[in-house]
C-alpha cells in the first residue's frame, strides 16, 4: 500500500506563472488536507477536502489559489500568477475517516521554489 | 491567533538523557492531540496521539501527557538517541475538523 504521494517533488516557476501541485491519497482515503510550511515556519493549514467537495479553504489565501479532489485522480493545489513569498514546502495529508481525530499521513512535500 | 504554540523553537539535549518537548493550546474543544516527527526534505510521520480522556499515552521511548485544566501538552522522549533529532510537531484536532498544528520544535541529541 504506498504512502500518499506528491509529485512533483521539486517546482521552479518563475514569478507570474502557474504551479500545479498533485497529491494522490493512501488508497482507501478519501480525506486529503494542504499544508504550507514557509521557511523557518511550521505547518499552516490550507484546505480540506473530500471527493468532489471543498469542506473547509478557511486557510487558503482568498486570490490566486485553488484546489480540487475530483472524483477520479488526484487532489490539485493550483497557484497562479506565483510571487516569491509562495515559495514554501507545500504537504499534502490524507486520512481515511476525515473525523480529525485519527492521524492524517502526510507525503514528502513539493518544494516550490518562485525566482 | 495561534491556537496551537510551541514556545520552545529548539532543544538541545545530551544522548541518553530525556528530552521534554511542550506544547500549549487555547481552543477547549480539541479533544485529540498528536505528535509529529520531521526530517529535513521529508513530510512530518506520526508519532504518538492522546485523547482528551486520558492524561498519559507510551509507546516505547515516548510518553505524550495532557494535562487539560492547563490546556498544556508534553512530549517525554527517554531516553534520547542521536536519531530523534528532527522537529516535532504537536497537532490538535476534534471530531470533523481538521488538525491544527503548532510550530515546531527542533530537537537536537547529541552524542
Known amino acids: 500500500n504506498a504512502g500518499v504521494m506528491q509529485n512533483p517533488r521539486h517546482l521552479v516557476r ?3 506563472q502557474e504551479a500545479r501541485l498533485r497529491c494522490s491519497p493512501m488508497k482507501g482515503h478519501s480525506h486529503v488536507y494542504w499544508y504550507r510550511q ?3 515556519e511550521g505547518l499552516k493549514f490550507m484546505v480540506y ?13 482568498k486570490e490566486r489559489f485553488s484546489a480540487e479532489f475530483p472524483k477520479e485522480g488526484p487532489s490539485i493545489l493550483r497557484i497562479q500568477q506565483v510571487v ?3 515559495s514554501a514546502a507545500y504537504f499534502c495529508a490524507s486520512s481515511p475517516t476525515g473525523t480529525g481525530v485519527t492521524e492524517a499521513f502526510f507525503g514528502q512535500g ?3 521554489t518562485v525566482v | 491567533d495561534q491556537q496551537v504554540k510551541q514556545n520552545s ?13 511542550n506544547c500549549d493550546y487555547t481552543n477547549s474543544m480539541f479533544d485529540y492531540f498528536l505528535w509529529y516527527k520531521k526530517y529535513p526534505a521529508e513530510g512530518p510521520t506520526f508519532l504518538i496521539s492522546i485523547s482528551s480522556i486520558k492524561d498519559k499515552n507510551e509507546d516505547g521511548r515516548f510518553t505524550v501527557f495532557l494535562n ?12 534520547s538517541q542521536p536519531g530523534d533529532s528532527a ?6 484536532g476534534n471530531a470533523g475538523n481538521m488538525l491544527t498544528f503548532g510550530g515546531g520544535t527542533r530537537l537536537m541529541v547529541k552524542p
Open chain 1, 110 to 112: 513539493t518544494r516550490l
Open chain 1, 49 to 61: 477536502l473530500q471527493k468532489e467537495n471543498i469542506i473547509d479553504e478557511s486557510g487558503m489565501p
Open chain 2, 68 to 79: 487539560k485544566s492547563a490546556k498544556h501538552l508534553s512530549l517525554h522522549i527517554v531516553p
Open chain 1, 14 to 16: 518563475r514569478r507570474g
Open chain 1, 38 to 40: 514557509l521557511p523557518e
Open chain 1, 84 to 86: 516569491r513569498g509562495d
Open chain 2, 87 to 92: 522537529v516535532y510537531f504537536c497537532a490538535a
Open chain 2, 9 to 21: 523553537p529548539s532543544l538541545s539535549v545530551q544522548e541518553g538523557r530525556i528530552s521534554i518537548l
